[in-house]
Every structure is written in C-alpha cells, then in structure tokens.
Nanobody, 123 residues
C-alpha cells in the first residue's frame, strides 16, 4: 500500500500564496494519477485539481488560473501551488492517488488518501 502525507497548510491572508506538498511512500507517483480535494466545514468534499500521465492536468473552475498542480518524480511528491487565495478557499485539503492513472474529479476513483492539511484564508 501507499502512504500519503500532506504538508504546507496554514493561515494566509487573501491574495497570498501557499504551496501544499504530498509525499508518498510505498509506491511512486510515476505511473499513478494524483489529485487534490478539499472540504470546508459543513460542505461536501470537492475536487480541486488532478494530474495524470494520460490526461495531463486539469482543475476545478473555481481554482483554474490560480492553482497549479505539479509533480516531482525524483522526490515522489505532488504539489499544489495556490496563488491569489480567497477566503472561500478555506478548507482541509487532501491529496489522493489513483493507481489507474485516470485522475478523475470523483473522490471514489482514488485508492489512497492523506490525512489532510488545513488551509485558512483570512479576509
């Protein structure tokens, strides 16, 4: 099995930036898709971004042009660069891995999940 550990969350003012990291062990991301999801209090978990070898990168409309997902295979790590943050971006952010390399927007398509990292954006 694979273990995923997120880091990089914290408190930031609106308009600021954060970079989240997701480090994997037990399996590499070299042939797997990776995704980021988030869940705000009282709301359902929603798709944020994904990266796969077969499909490239894609984003939820709410974060497109502000967030960038990338990967460093040498470090077995996936990143989410978040710029121009808004208060509505406040949520717990989760990384996930899809061994099928599909990287869809549905959470049920992912096999492994991290424990999440809190991102809070103040107004």
């Amino acid at each position: 099995q694979v273990q995923l550990v997120e880091s990089g969350g914290g408190l930031v003012q609106a308009g600021g930036s954060l970079r989240l990291s997701c480090a994997a062990s037990g399996r590499t991301f070299s042939s797997s898709a990776a995704g980021w999801f988030r869940q705000a209090p009282g709301k359902e978990r929603e798709f944020v971004a994904a990266i796969s070898w077969s499909r490239g990168t894609y984003y939820a409309d709410s974060v497109k042009d502000r967030f960038t997902i990338s990967r460093d295979n040498a470090k077995n790590t996936v990143y989410l660069q978040m710029n121009s943050l808004k208060p509505e971006d406040t949520a717990v952010y989760y990384c996930a891995a899809d061994h099928h390399d599909y990287g869809g927007s549905g959470s049920r398509g992912y096999d492994y999940w991290g424990q999440g990292t809190q991102v809070t954006v103040s107004s």
